[in-house]
């Protein structure tokens, strides 16, 4: 039987417990699925700037935001956010070192 949430239920959850409530309704598999898809549509974007040296603005953020939201919801499940985090900034500390050489 499906849970009916109000309009001012869901303003007043947090960011995180609206990506929880997503993750157990979908599940994991329909989840990685879904991340698959969403990484497509952001790399047809991504690609089609490559190939007219122009970005479509509105699509490139609405595609990264889901995006990032698919990706915050497998790194909550596994609560691995900090350990992302942390990864995220060595790997820009090394690139950096990389191009000052």
Do not use: C, P, W
């Not at 001012?8 to 698959?36: A, R």
Request: aromatic letters at 8%; hydrophobic letters at 35%.
């Amino acid at each position: 039987m499906k849970e009916t949430i109000s309009e001012v239920e869901i303003e007043s959850l947090t960011y995180h417990e609206k990506q929880k409530i997503l993750m157990d309704h979908y599940g994991f598999e329909e989840t990685l699925k879904k991340t698959s898809e969403e990484l497509n549509e952001l790399l047809e974007v991504i690609d089609l700037a490559i190939e007219t040296r122009e970005i479509d603005t509105e699509r490139f953020i609405d595609e990264s935001a889901d995006v990032f939201n698919m990706l915050d919801k497998l790194f909550r499940k596994f609560s691995i956010s900090s350990n992302v985090e942390e990864r995220m900034l060595f790997k820009v500390d090394r690139q950096i070192r990389r191009i000052k050489k």
